[in-house]
């Protein structure tokens, strides 16, 4: 065994000023049947940090849940909820289809997330059969976000509040919200012109199993934010705006305006958790920042918006003709406007523009705002995208950095304004596609058989498989 020399023979007064040299170490042979030297065992949770780190760069949701299975140690890792945090920084979930009020559609095959799809619409129970009925009518989504729906009573009228329920159908889990209170909702001498109930976008850094619901109301003269909490399990007015502080007046004449895809507070993306809404004004885009509970305005004439908003299929051009479209295809009243996520400081929307005719064109129109006091507020051409032929296409929403479409073929019933068939009993092939604002990539999600609509609410579903969920409520 090596030792060094002897600490007499280098005082430690004369270590600066003379140098020493050591006895060579001994060269001793190692005794033929000595066990090799045991490494030192890590301790447990540093090897847990080391797989963390290498499953956190797994590229697909479908590669992690495979991890997850090959033993129990992985599955405790990947399965912890500060885990799965992290990795959805990373990796945002995939769009894996979307509910409507006949039920969950998932991605079909070839759209990569067509397993998973699967597997989440085998899994969960997406008629609500778990929650309570009810007293009318029957429970229908209107918002989709996390994992949770939230669920309005199916009712005549859209200015009257509704029974509200959020629920999870993954897990099965529910919770009945109360009645907004008379003292915040019926002191005001005027009904609504519109009720809207979203979920709100949820914090980073908030508690996952929490939530909250936010009830848009539009009046004469002003607009009203009412919010319920989870934590609470009450209702507040976290805004009340009127219309003239906003620059802008009552938003419900947009509704006589429908078959222009103007109806009224029913269509919201949310960007940064921003909310933002394309149809009340013609002008303008409404803007509530979730965080702060604030509404603002947005001018939508301007720049470049001025020459798009006279392209085919756009709202000015319409009205400058004075007619409805004399082709009638589903969804044509619906191409609205879309705010997307985009980069740090702006505002990214698409717009759809086509005329409709037999075998037209159709392009999406990329335009930026820069939103803050330093650039230009005017909006700017980015780029144009021109869609796959063959199709008439109308647009369904945004999320997640998503451009969603819906699309009939060319091949389908070709109805015009003096045909004698009722579109009402009419069955068209619709086909849905998700386009990539970051690559531009347009892929098409599934297709389905349906009535013919003027417009429809579908609301997308992002997740990850089952293996790898956690209760939402």
Same mark, same amino acid.
């Given at each position: 065994?090596?030792?060094?020399?002897?600490?007499?023979?280098?005082?430690?007064?004369?270590?600066?000023?003379?140098?020493?040299?050591?006895?060579?170490?001994?060269?001793?042979?190692?005794?033929?049947?000595?066990?090799?030297?045991?490494?030192?065992?890590?301790?447990?949770?540093?090897?847990?940090?080391?797989?963390?780190?290498?499953?956190?760069?797994?590229?697909?949701?479908?590669?992690?849940?495979?991890?997850?299975?090959?033993?129990?140690?992985?599955?405790?890792?990947?399965?912890?909820?500060?885990?799965?945090?992290?990795?959805?920084?990373?990796?945002?979930?995939?769009?894996?289809?979307?509910?409507?009020?006949?039920?969950?559609?998932?991605?079909?095959?070839?759209?990569?997330?067509?397993?998973?799809?699967r597997a989440l619409a085998d899994a969960a129970d997406f008629t609500y059969s778990f929650v309570p009925k009810p007293s009318k009518g029957?429970?229908?989504?209107?918002?989709?976000?996390?994992?949770?729906?939230?669920?309005?009573?199916?009712?005549?009228?859209?200015?009257?509040?509704?029974?509200?329920?959020?629920?999870?159908?993954?897990?099965?889990?529910?919770?009945?919200?109360?009645?907004?209170?008379?003292?915040?909702?019926?002191?005001?001498?005027?009904?609504?012109?519109?009720?809207?109930?979203?979920?709100?976008?949820?914090?980073?850094?908030?508690?996952?199993?929490?939530?909250?619901?936010?009830?848009?109301?539009?009046?004469?003269?002003?607009?009203?934010?009412?919010?319920?909490?989870?934590?609470?399990?009450?209702?507040?007015?976290?805004?009340?705006?009127?219309?003239?502080?906003?620059?802008?007046?009552?938003?419900?004449?947009?509704?006589?305006?429908?078959?222009?895809?103007?109806?009224?507070?029913?269509?919201? =993306?949310?960007?940064?958790?921003?909310?933002? +809404?394309?149809?009340? %004004?013609?002008?303008?885009?409404?803007? $509530? /920042?979730? *965080? &702060?509970?604030?509404?603002?305005?947005?001018?939508?004439?301007?720049?470049?918006?001025?020459?798009?908003?006279?392209?085919?299929?756009?709202?000015?051009?319409?009205?400058?003709?004075?007619?409805?479209?004399?082709?009638?295809?589903?969804?044509?009243?619906?191409?609205?406007?879309?705010?997307?996520?985009?980069?740090?400081?702006?505002?990214?929307?698409?717009?759809?523009?086509?005329?409709?005719?037999?075998?037209?064109?159709?392009?999406?129109?990329?335009?930026?705002?820069?939103?803050?006091?330093?650039?230009?507020?005017?909006?700017?051409?980015?780029?144009?995208?021109?869609?796959?032929?063959?199709?008439?296409?109308?647009?369904?929403?945004?999320?997640?950095?998503?451009?969603?479409?819906?699309?009939?073929?060319?091949?389908?019933?070709?109805? =015009?304004?003096?045909?004698?068939?009722?579109? +009402?009993?009419?069955? %068209?092939?619709?086909?849905?596609?998700? $386009? /990539?604002? *970051? &690559?531009?990539?347009?892929?098409?999600?599934?297709?389905?058989?349906?009535?013919?609509?003027?417009?429809?609410?579908?609301?997308?579903?992002?997740?990850?498989?089952?293996?790898?969920?956690?209760?939402?409520?």
């Amino acid at each position: 065994m090596y030792r060094p020399s002897s600490p007499s023979h280098t005082p430690a007064s004369n270590t600066h000023s003379q140098t020493h040299s050591l006895t060579p170490p001994q060269t001793l042979a190692a005794h033929p049947h000595s066990p090799p030297a045991a490494m030192p065992t890590p301790a447990p949770h540093f090897v847990d940090e080391i797989l963390e780190e290498i499953f956190l760069r797994l590229r697909t949701p479908a590669a992690l849940a495979r991890a997850s299975i090959a033993c129990p140690r992985f599955r405790r890792i990947i399965t912890e909820r500060s885990f799965l945090r992290r990795f959805r920084k990373r990796h945002p979930p995939p769009v894996l289809g979307f509910a409507d009020e006949d039920g969950f559609h998932p991605a079909q095959a070839p759209h990569p997330s067509a397993p998973l799809a699967r597997a989440l619409a085998d899994a969960a129970d997406f008629t609500y059969s778990f929650v309570p009925k009810p007293s009318k009518g029957r429970w229908i989504p209107c918002d989709v976000r996390d994992g949770r729906v939230l669920l309005e009573e199916d009712k005549p009228g859209w200015n009257k509040f509704s029974n509200l329920a959020v629920c999870d159908p993954l897990f099965r889990r529910y919770q009945l919200l109360p009645p907004i209170p008379e003292g915040l909702a019926g002191d005001r001498k005027e009904r609504p012109h519109e009720i809207v109930p979203i979920l709100a976008p949820t914090l980073d850094d908030g508690d996952e199993m929490s939530f909250k619901v936010i009830c848009f109301g539009a009046y004469e003269t002003n607009l009203v934010a009412f919010v319920f909490s989870s934590l609470t399990g009450q209702w507040g007015i976290a805004a009340s705006p009127s219309l003239s502080s906003l620059g802008t007046t009552s938003p419900h004449a947009s509704r006589n305006l429908s078959w222009l895809g103007c109806r009224g507070l029913s269509c919201f =993306d949310n960007v940064h958790r921003c909310l933002y +809404s394309a149809s009340p %004004w013609m002008d303008k885009l409404l803007m $509530l /920042d979730t *965080r &702060t509970m604030e509404f603002s305005t947005i001018n939508d004439r301007s720049g470049y918006h001025m020459q798009l908003r006279l392209l085919p299929g756009q709202s000015d051009e319409v009205l400058a003709r004075n007619d409805m479209p004399c082709r009638k295809r589903p969804g044509q009243t619906r191409s609205l406007p879309r705010i997307v996520v985009g980069r740090e400081g702006a505002l990214e929307m698409f717009s759809l523009v086509g005329d409709h005719n037999p075998n037209g064109s159709f392009d999406l129109y990329h335009t930026s705002q820069q939103n803050n006091r330093e650039a230009s507020e005017e909006w700017q051409l980015e780029n144009i995208i021109p869609l796959p032929g063959q199709y008439d296409y109308f647009t369904l929403g945004a999320a997640e950095g998503f451009l969603f479409l819906g699309a009939t073929t060319e091949d389908q019933l070709d109805i =015009d304004e003096d045909s004698p068939v009722w579109l +009402s009993r009419t069955d %068209w092939d619709v086909d849905y596609f998700s $386009l /990539d604002v *970051r &690559t531009s990539e347009l892929a098409k999600v599934c297709r389905r058989r349906r009535r013919f609509f003027h417009y429809e609410d579908v609301h997308w579903y992002f997740g990850f498989p089952p293996s790898l969920s956690s209760p939402s409520i």
